[in-house]
């Protein structure tokens, strides 16, 4: 059993690979104040006291909503910590997502998130493709991408990622700028990606899931349930631990509103899979509808 790293050279720094996600310290839908102000705060502290040095987030969380929490939170921020926040929707009065794909409002988006962040310039900003909400589709993004390389030459960014998109897309956004990171659609039962995680895992480049747990419809299995309790862990933990085996270049940013459910999301980290579980595990992808 072979040991997994549980760091990695991101954006000039090291980071755990187990990070956290702020999306769910809004209210429902990602939308509005917390429902506890309190709990939100002492989920964000207890993240770094955890160990946490690379959080995920967005301005149009809530919106405005997780930005602020965070900057009340931890502002003065570690020198460690590695925000990274994206770009490329904005909210309707009634919580839907609307894209925000036109260089003015990726300008505007950016100093939204240097006001409710609080800071002069972002660790790294993810260029968020709309697509078809929860999978990419194949569209030119050089257009998104220049206006954040340009927000770069000025200062105001000092690494660009992207969200959302293909395997085409990267490429593209390669020859306009350096890419540190990948944020897509990824987990146990949904690998449509395998091919580009070891891809950029070839060239150094992170590879960030999201919904590493199922997102809105939680990974249901029985037999990822029976794995579990012969592991005496949670059946998310196990789904956890899989993507830190899977490859070296995969960072974590599970979410949640509760320090006792960060805390068990954390000590994923330390669960180690036999490869005999790994091979159970390799078997539970469920094939996914075409989109």
Known sequence: MSAVSRTYPFAGRTVNRMGYGAMQLAGPGVFGPPKDRDAALAVLRQAIEQGVNHIDTSDFY?????????REALHPYPQ???IVTKVGAVRGDEGSWLPAAEPEAIRRGIHDNLRNLGVDVIDVVNMRIMGAIHAPTESSIEKQVTALAELQQQGLIRHIGLSNVTATQVAEAQRIAKIVCVQNHYNLVHRDDDALVDELAGQGIAYVPFFPLGGFTPIQSTALSDIAAK?????MQVALAWLLHRSPNILLIPGTSSVAHLRENMSAAELRLPQSVLDELEALEQPVAAH
């Open 62 to 70: 809530g919106p405005h909503v997780t930005n602020q929490l965070i």
């Open 80 to 82: 460690d910590l590695v």
């Open 231 to 235: 592991l005496g862990a949670t059946p």
